[in-house]
Structures are given as C-alpha cells and as structure tokens.
C-alpha cells in the first residue's frame, strides 16, 4: 500500500516539475525574442515564469542550456505543428513554412545566433542545434510539399523556399510587410508548383 501512495504521490511532482520547466523555456523565448541577449538572464526568465531562480537553475544549471534547450523546445513544437499540414495546397504549406521565420521563435533564435557568434562556449551548442532544426525543416518541406529530390533543382529549390522564408522573417524585424510577404508567398507557391511538377 504504501508503494503505491509513494508512487501516486510522485506523479503530481513530476507534472508540476514538468509544467515549471515548459514555463521556463516558453518565458525564455518570449525573453530572448523581447530583450535579447543580454537582457535575458536567468533571473528574468524565471520572474517571467513565475517561478524561483533556484527552481530555474535545478533545470538549467546554466544560462546557455536554458536558451538552446528553449529554442530546441519551441522548434520541436513547430515541427509538429507543421507535420499537421499533411494534405494541404502548396500554397498554405508556403505560408506556414514563411510564418515559421516570422515569429517570436525566429526572432529569439537570431538573437541567440548572434549571441553565439561572439561567444566561445555557447557557439558550437548553437551551431549543432541549427544544424539538426534546418535538417529537420528542411525533411518536413520535402515531405508536406511532395518533392522528389531525385529529380535534379528540387533540393534546391525547396532550399531556395527556406532560404527566401528566413530573409523574409530578417525584413519583419524591421518593418511589417505583411503586404508585400503575402505576395512573395503566391509567387512561390505558383514557381513551386512548376518546378515540382
């Protein structure tokens, strides 16, 4: 009996331990796509979360493995969230690829690049994770937009549309061209739909 007590009584630590640290790395995107860098520090992830900056560091012991962990939390979400457009035009494949270099993901992930650029220990951290995110994105196009890459340009051309979406969400942190993105967008779903056939 007193096994089972134990072991119900775990569970509930466990989802609260998981809830705090989703809150963590969901408020430390929101602090690194907000602040940047050097105004998301540990301490102000975890006040933005609600939660103690000890409760912050039994999950992160460092600053640098909560903001990778964070990034690679949300893109792990995306890649669901695309995998769900199974079936759909082209044309809405395009849209969902360009909105994922136009939020808030996109935005901490620049700064965190940037950050990684002038940083030793947190550059080959950064490096491998946007390495194994752009494989990923890149697999999930081919298959939502049903290219044969045995075909000669089509890698290319799928790289291309990535390409073209990240220069997009680097134009949105400077301005709203909503307009103008939106046509971008029907212009490549048309080219797409020629190039792959």
């Known amino acids: 009996m007193g096994d089972l007590s134990e072991a119900s009584a775990r569970a509930p630590k466990q989802d609260r331990s998981r809830a705090t640290r989703r809150r963590l790395l969901e408020a430390a995107v929101a602090c690194l796509a907000e602040r940047g860098w050097a105004g998301s520090t540990v301490a102000v992830v975890a006040e933005h979360a609600g939660v103690s900056r000890g409760a912050a560091q039994h999950h992160f012991p460092t600053r640098e493995d909560l903001f990778t962990a964070a990034v690679e939390y949300v893109a792990e ?58 494989r990923e994105t890149h697999h999930i196009a081919v298959e939502l937009l049903g290219a044969d890459e045995s075909r000669p340009g ?12 990240r220069g997009l969400g680097l134009a949105t942190l400077l301005t709203d061209d909503t307009s103008r993105r939106e046509r971008v967008v029907a212009q490549w779903a048309k080219l797409l739909d020629e190039a792959l056939g």
């Open 77 to 134: 979400e995306r890649s669901h969230a695309l995998r769900a457009l199974t079936g759909k035009s082209r044309a809405d494949v395009v849209s969902a690829l360009v909105a994922l270099y136009t939020g808030p993901l996109f935005r901490a992930a620049l700064h965190l690049w940037v950050a990684a650029s002038n940083e030793d220990q947190l550059r080959p951290r950064v490096t491998e994770l946007e390495a194994r995110v752009g």
């Open 154 to 165: 089509v890698r290319e051309t799928v790289q291309g549309l990535l390409d073209m979406a």
